[in-house]
C-alpha cells in the first residue's frame, strides 16, 4: 500500500515541480537569443516580440537546404598514399603546413565542406502587428510545464494576454488573446503577415505568400532543389524537397491608415476579421519531398484550438512523469528542468536527428559548421541526458542517424583505408551522401570517432536491457566499428619490432581539436580518448555477443579483440604540479591548453575511472579533472559529468559556469574560458553566442544525475557528489540494468530508496549506510544487508524499498 500511495503522489511530480520553474522575459524582446523557444521536436518556433508586433520564427529538424557538393572524389589520395607521403618528411619540420603539397591538398579535401550547404533552411516568419497607441507589450513567460507561452499586453489599460503553443502531435501553433479577467477573446492585433526567410538562398525558386480572398488564410510553399546548382527558371527534380507555411487567422481589430502599413503590399496582408469574435490563429508547417506537398493544404479549423491544447498538455504531462527531482539548490532544480524542456521542444521520435542548432534557425543562425553532425563529442552529448532522465525513446533519433551515416562510413573504410568495417566520419549531414563530406587527412583521422559514434548504442541496451534493440539496432554498427579498429591496429604500421613493445596501437590518430598532424608523427600515437573509447567499444562487443549468443558465430572477430585487448597500450601520463595526471599523448606539456577535455575521458565518457578505481588510479583521475586547462566552448557538460563521476564536482562553481553561459531564453551558449591556446587575448569570448541555440548543452540535467545517482559500473551508487548539509530527491531516473530508482537525501545521508525494476535483472548497490540495509521487495520478501555492496535477485516489474537498517 505504501508503494501504491507514493506511486499516486508521484505521477504528476515532474509536471508540478516544473511549473515551478517559468521561464520569463520583462519588455519587448525582438533579439532572437531573448525570446521565447517552443517545439514539439520536430517544429521549432522562437517567439520574439517589439514594441510594435509579436514575430515568429519557424524552423524544423527535417527541413535542410539538401544541396551537396561531392567533388574531387577522384583527387582524393587514400589512406595509405597520404600517410606515405607524411612519413617521408622531415621529422624536423616546424609545420607540415610549411611543405608544399600538403596545404593545397587540404584545401582540395576540405573544398566541398567550404561550401555554405548543406545546412539547416529556416521556414519563414510570421509577423502580427499591433497598434501601440491602444496597446504596450509588457513581457513574456514560458511555462515549461505544457509548454505554453504568454505574452502580456495592457490594451486600453486593461491586461490581455496572448497564448501561444506548438500541437504535440502536429506541426502547428495555435495563438489566441484573451481578456485577462474575463478569458473573453480580444482583438489585439492589426495585421498578420507570412515572410519567407530574408537569408532564402537566391538561386532558389522564390515562393511567394497567397493570401485567399475569402478566408484570408496566407501561405507559401518553398522548394528545396536537390540539385546544387538551380537552373533559372526552375524545373523540378524528383528528389527536391519543400516545406509550406500557412496561417489562419480569425478576429483582427480594425487597421487605422498608418504610412508604414501603406508600405505593406496588399497580398500580404490578411482581410478584417470579425471584431467580436477576437483573435484567434493557427499556422501550420509541411515538410517533405516537393512532389508530396499540398499546395492547398491548410491548418485545421480554429474550433480545434481547446482540443488541441488539452492534448498537447497531457502529452507533456506524460513526458515530465518519467522522472522528476526536487533540489534544495533551486538554480540547480531549475537548470534541470529548463534544460530537459529545451531537450523535448528539441528532439523527438520520427524526426531526423538535430544537429548543432537543433531546430530554431533565422537568416544565417544556425548555419555554422553546416549545423551539422560532429563526431567528436558535439553530436553524442545531448544524447548523454537520455539514459538517466529516463527518455530512451530521445535516443532514437540518434540510431537513426547512425544508420544514416553507416553506408558511407562502410564505403570509406573500404575505399579510404583499404581496411573492412566502417569508419564513422568527422563531420556528417542528415542529406543524401555517397562520400565522406570532409576528408581532410588531420580532423579525419581522428580514429576516436568511430568507436565514439556507437558507444551510446551499448548504453542504450544496459539501461534498458533490451535484446531485441541490441540485436536489430545496435550490434551491427558495433560490429562494424570493431572491424576496422581491429584491422587498423594490426596493421603493419601500428605494431611489430619497430615498435619495441609488444602493443597494437593507435597509429596514426589525431587528438581532437589538438596538433593535426605533428612531423614525424610525434604527437599521432596511442592517443588518450582513442584507447580509452576503444577499449570500451571491444568489451562492449564482447558481452554483447555474449548476450547474443553469438560467441561461437563471431570466434575469428573475438579472438581478434582478445589479442589486441591484452597487448593494449598504457595510458599516457606526465608528471604535473598536481602529481601525476593523463594527458592526450605521450610526451604531451601537462600544463597545454586543451579545447575537448581529453584528460579526463578515461572518467568520461570512457568509463574506465571513477569512484570504483583502485586509489592510485582514481588519484591520478582525479589530479587530470582538478589540472586540466580548458579554453571553453566545449566543456560545459563534458569536463563537469567527469567532476560528478569522481565525487569532486564543485556545484557552486559548477552553477557560476552555467551563469556565465547563459542566454535570456533560459539556454546555455558556448563561451569562451580562456585564451593561451587557440584563441588570442584580442579574441571575442562571446563569438559563438550568435551562432545558434547550443543543442549540446541541453544535457546539463545528466551532470545533475550524476551527482544524485551513479549506475555507469553496474553498482548502484547513491548521492555521490551532492552536499551534506542540503536536501536531495529524485524519482525514477533510470539505471543500468533497466532500474528506475527514486531516493531522498536529508541531514548528510541517504533516508531512503525505491527500485523498480524492469528486466528482472540482478541489482547490486553500493549500501549507504554503516549499519546495513533493509530490503522489502514487493512480493513481501525481505532482506538484511551488510557490508560496502549489497546484492538482491530481481523479477521483472517488482519494486525494492531500501532503508536503513536499525537494531532491534
Known amino acids: 500500500m505504501q508503494t501504491k500511495r507514493r506511486n499516486e503522489i508521484n505521477k504528476n511530480r515532474g509536471y508540478e515541480r516544473a511549473k515551478k520553474h517559468p521561464i520569463s522575459f520583462n519588455g519587448p524582446a525582438p533579439d532572437f537569443f531573448e525570446g521565447a523557444l517552443l517545439g514539439n521536436g520536430g517544429l521549432g518556433i522562437v517567439v520574439t516580440t517589439r514594441p510594435d508586433a509579436v514575430m515568429l520564427h519557424f524552423g524544423h529538424n527535417n527541413v535542410w537546404d539538401i544541396r551537396l557538393a561531392e567533388e574531387h572524389r577522384d583527387e582524393l589520395m587514400t589512406f595509405q598514399e597520404v600517410y606515405d607521403r607524411f612519413a617521408a618528411l622531415p621529422a624536423d619540420l616546424s609545420r607540415l603546413t610549411d611543405h608544399p603539397w600538403y596545404k593545397p591538398y587540404c584545401e582540395l579535401a576540405g573544398q566541398n565542406y567550404s561550401k555554405s550547404y548543406p545546412k539547416p533552411m529556416p521556414c519563414g516568419s510570421l509577423l502580427l502587428r499591433y497598434d501601440r497607441r491602444k496597446a504596450e507589450l509588457i513581457g513574456h513567460t514560458v511555462d515549461i510545464a505544457n509548454g505554453r507561452c504568454t505574452i502580456d499586453f495592457l490594451m486600453d489599460g486593461k491586461p490581455v494576454v496572448f497564448e501561444l503553443f506548438v500541437e504535440a502531435e502536429h506541426d502547428r501553433l495555435w495563438m489566441n488573446v484573451c481578456d485577462a479577467a474575463t478569458g473573453a477573446l480580444v482583438a489585439l492585433f492589426d495585421e498578420v503577415k507570412l515572410i519567407p526567410d530574408p537569408e532564402t538562398p537566391p538561386e532558389f525558386p522564390q515562393a511567394a505568400v497567397v493570401t485567399r480572398e475569402i478566408t484570408g488564410i496566407q501561405s507559401f510553399t518553398q522548394i528545396l532543389p536537390f540539385v546544387e546548382n538551380p537552373s533559372a527558371p526552375y524545373i523540378t527534380q524528383p528528389k527536391d524537397k519543400a516545406f509550406r507555411l500557412a496561417v489562419s487567422a480569425s478576429g483582427l481589430s480594425a487597421m487605422k491608415e498608418h504610412p508604414l502599413l501603406n508600405q505593406t503590399p496588399a497580398a500580404n496582408r490578411s482581410p478584417l476579421g470579425i471584431h467580436e469574435h477576437g483573435f484567434l490563429a493557427c499556422a501550420e508547417l509541411w515538410e517533405g519531398r516537393y512532389n508530396e506537398i499540398d499546395d492547398e493544404a491548410l491548418p485545421p479549423d480554429l474550433s480545434s484550438f481547446n482540443q488541441a491544447k488539452e492534448e498537447s498538455t497531457a502529452i507533456w504531462q506524460d513526458y515530465w512523469s518519467r522522472s522528476s527531482v526536487v533540489l534544495e539548490d533551486e538554480f540547480l532544480e531549475q537548470i534541470w528542468y529548463h534544460n530537459l524542456y529545451f531537450y523535448n521542444c528539441a528532439v523527438k521520435v520520427g524526426v531526423t536527428c538535430p544537429g548543432l542548432f537543433a531546430n530554431w534557425s533565422y ?8 549545423g551539422d553532425y560532429h563526431m567528436n563529442y558535439n553530436t553524442q552529448q545531448p544524447f548523454w541526458l537520455a539514459f538517466s532522465s529516463n527518455h530512451l525513446d530521445k535516443h532514437l533519433p540518434y540510431v537513426d542517424m547512425v544508420d544514416h551515416v553507416l553506408p558511407v562510413s562502410r564505403a570509406w573504410a573500404r575505399d579510404y583505408y583499404g581496411l573492412s568495417g566502417a569508419y564513422f566520419p568527422h563531420s556528417a549531414y542528415p542529406v543524401e551522401m555517397s562520400m565522406m563530406p570532409y576528408p581532410v587527412p588531420h580532423w579525419g583521422w581522428e580514429i576516436c570517432e568511430t568507436p565514439w559514434t556507437v558507444q551510446s ?13 541490441l540485436r536489430d539496432r545496435a550490434f551491427q554498427p558495433m560490429k562494424e566499428a570493431v572491424l576496422f579498429i581491429v584491422d587498423y591496429m594490426k596493421r603493419p604500421e601500428a605494431q611489430g619490432e619497430h615498435w619495441g613493445d609488444d602493443h597494437y596501437h593507435i597509429f596514426p590518430t589525431v587528438v581532437p581539436e589538438l596538433y593535426e598532424i605533428s612531423p614525424g608523427f610525434a604527437k599521432n600515437k596511442d592517443c588518450l580518448i582513442d584507447l580509452t573509447l576503444t577499449r570500451f567499444l571491444l568489451n562492449a562487443f564482447t558481452q554483447a555477443c555474449g548476450v547474443l549468443e553469438r ?14 585487448l591484452s597487448h593494449f597500450p598504457s595510458y599516457p601520463t606526465a608528471e604535473s604540479r598536481n602529481g601525476p595526471v593523463f594527458v592526450s599523448v605521450e610526451g604531451e606539456d601537462p600544463d597545454v591548453v586543451y579545447n575537448v577535455p581529453i584528460p579526463i575521458t578515461t572518467v568520461f565518457p570512457g568509463e574506465d575511472h571513477g569512484l570504483h578505481s583502485p586509489e592510485e588510479e582514481y588519484q591520478t583521475a582525479v589530479n587530470s579533472y582538478l589540472n586540466h586547462r580548458n579554453e571553453g566552448g566545449n566543456e560545459l557538460v563534458f569536463y563537469h559529468l567527469a567532476g560528478a563521476r569522481l565525487g569532486v564536482l564543485d556545484l557552486e562553481r559548477f552553477k557560476r559556469q552555467i551563469q556565465y553561459c547563459l542566454l535570456p531564453n533560459g539556454t546555455c551558449t558556448d563561451r569562451v574560458l580562456m585564451s593561451g591556446g587557440r584563441y588570442d587575448d584580442t579574441d571575442n569570448f562571446d563569438f559563438m553566442s550568435r551562432m545558434g541555440i547550443w543543442f549540446e ?8 544525475n550524476e551527482c544524485l545517482l551513479q549506475s555507469y559500473n553496474g553498482n548502484l551508487r547513491f548521492f555521490p557528489n551532492w552536499p551534506n548539509g542540503q536536501k536531495a530527491e529524485f524519482h525514477t531516473l533510470r539505471a543500468v540494468g533497466a532500474f528506475l530508482v527514486s531516493a531522498a537525501f536529508s541531514n548528510g545521508e541517504t533516508e531512503w530508496i525505491e527500485i523498480e525494476s524492469e528486466a528482472g535483472t540482478s541489482l547490486s548497490f553500493y549500501i549507504p549506510w554503516a549499519e546495513g540495509a533493509l530490503c522489502t521487495v514487493s512480493s513481501g520478501k525481505e532482506y538484511v544487508l551488510s557490508g560496502s555492496i549489497g546484492r538482491i535477485s530481481t523479477t521483472p516489474g517488482e519494486t525494492i524499498t531500501i532503508v536503513k537498517r536499525y537494531d532491534d
Do not use: C, Q
Open 363 to 370: 537568416r544565417t543562425i544556425g548555419a555554422d559548421w553546416h
Open 457 to 469: 548504442l551499448w548504453w542504450h541496451y544496459l539501461y534498458s536491457m533490451d535484446e531485441t534493440f
Open 551 to 564: 560467441i561461437e558465430s563471431e570466434k575469428e572477430l573475438l579472438e581478434n579483440v582478445k589479442e589486441i
Open 697 to 704: 548543452n541541453f544535457a546539463l540535467p545528466a551532470v545533475i
